[in-house]
């Protein structure tokens, strides 16, 4: 893991002061490292039926897309509102800063569908938790979340008692 978190570059103070923002470019232009990641989440989850990867808007989608193929699964993109084209169910949460929203396609998939959320980090957990919401909305049975970086001083992975989350680097810089 210390591969991974080497390959991830920290900006301080983007996008405001006192935030360090975890650059993850460095590590997507390392086609070792990238594929190791992608490796990683692939073989935490190989064993699990995984219908659906449910990626979160922007970065999810990289990780996403690279294990949805490799585990053979579909792959749903979770957006901001107003960035899907169909009919959708959408939930709106609390910020650090204030609010947001995020939306899904009515049918990205069926009721008991086995779903694998992937995003990039979790910090305070609110997405993940927006996300979960949307997913049980639906009917859809949660397997996991894979996260690639998790902020440990933000303790987001409380608020997902009694799910399967994995991150593949921890950190204690945020």
Same mark, same amino acid.
């Given at each position: 893991?210390?591969e ?6 920290? %900006? ?7 935030? %360090?923002?975890?650059? %993850?470019? &460095?590590? $997507?232009?390392? =086609? ?6 992608? +490796?990683?989440?692939?073989? =935490?989850?190989? +064993? ?6 449910? #990626? ?6 990289i ?26 169910? #959408? ?9 947001d929203?995020?939306?899904i /396609? ?7 569908? /086995?779903? $694998? %959320?992937?995003d990039?980090? $979790?910090a &305070?957990?609110?997405? #993940? ?17 894979a ?13 997902f ?14």
């Amino acid at each position: 893991m210390n591969e991974l978190k080497s390959a991830i570059r920290d %900006i301080p103070g983007f996008p405001k002061k006192g935030i %360090i923002f975890k650059d %993850i470019t &460095t590590l $997507l232009k390392d =086609k070792d490292r990238f594929r190791q990641a992608v +490796d990683l989440f692939a073989e =935490k989850f190989k +064993d699990k039926k995984i219908d659906v990867i449910l #990626s979160v808007e922007a970065r999810g989608f990289i990780f996403g897309a690279a294990l949805a193929y490799k585990l053979g699964a579909g792959l749903v993109p979770v957006r901001k509102k107003g960035k899907l084209p169909f009919k959708t169910y #959408s939930v709106t949460y609390e910020l650090e800063y204030g609010s947001d929203t995020l939306e899904i /396609h009515q049918d990205a998939f069926k009721k008991g569908d /086995h779903i $694998l %959320i992937v995003d990039d980090l $979790l910090a &305070t957990g609110g997405t #993940s938790k927006a996300v979960i919401e949307l997913i049980e909305k639906m009917g859809g049975k949660i397997e996991g979340l894979a996260f690639l970086i998790e902020l440990l001083p933000l303790k987001g992975r409380d608020k997902f008692k009694g799910y399967n989350v994995i991150s593949l680097i921890q950190d204690e810089y945020c």
